[in-house]
């Protein structure tokens, strides 16, 4: 029997590029794409009626949807997985929608098989950073006023649960891995998050490279 496909809605008004996604996408049996976004008020509602599992989306259109459009998506309680593919190049904007806890990143001059590798990734709920944007966050990770990070703070188990943390998976997913109780994982996590002093998701991933616990796609 076929596995249900995988529901992804378009965010881009770029009739040419979206055509791309579409003809990237479109064919491949594991994917279904739902609708494209038309205009920034369909989002929320698109969202509530196809609850796609990803949202592939660009913020920095005119006229278009704009950060807080896709921070509105994180509260939806079905929210999706959210790809960004976008030509922003303002790096305190890109930071900003990092903020959000998007799961990939990735600029629309990547090869389409960066993209199909991004999709991929974030479809499985993993973390995919193209290279422009994790040069970003590790300028801002290691900028002067940023502490070097120590791998010796944390246990053993510790890192192993960031290390889990840093490739997207959930609380649920960990304690399944290391039978460990959601009660234990959410612990830990926030000891991890207290001797790392984290504020963004986005940190999880930039302290697993720094750590070598992951390496960077």
Request: proline fraction near 5%; include cysteine.
């Amino acid at each position: 029997m076929r596995n249900v496909p995988f529901k992804i809605l378009l965010a881009d008004s770029q009739a040419l590029t979206a055509a791309g996604m579409v003809h990237l996408l479109g064919n491949r049996d594991e994917f279904e794409i739902v609708a494209n976004v038309n205009h920034r008020d369909e989002l929320i509602d698109l969202v509530h009626k196809h609850r796609p599992q990803l949202l592939v989306a660009d913020y920095n259109l005119p006229g278009f949807i704009t950060i807080e459009d896709l921070q509105d998506v994180t509260k939806v309680q079905t929210a999706p997985n959210i790809l960004v593919v976008s030509a922003d190049d303002s790096k305190n904007s890109i930071l900003e929608v990092l903020q959000l806890g998007v799961k990939g990143y990735v600029t629309k001059d990547c090869s389409r098989e960066e993209v199909m590798m991004a999709v991929q990734s974030v479809s499985k709920g993993e973390k995919f950073f193209c290279h422009k944007i994790l040069d970003i966050i590790m300028e801002k990770h290691f900028s002067p006023e940023a502490p070097a990070a120590d791998p010796s703070v944390l246990t053993s188990r510790e890192t192993e649960i960031l290390s889990l943390l840093a490739t997207g998976h959930s609380t649920q997913q960990i304690a399944d891995t290391l039978h460990l109780s959601p009660h234990t994982v959410h612990t830990h996590r926030k000891s991890i998050i207290r001797k790392l002093n984290i504020k963004s998701p986005t940190e999880f991933v930039i302290y697993a490279m720094d750590f070598g616990l992951i390496k960077p796609k």
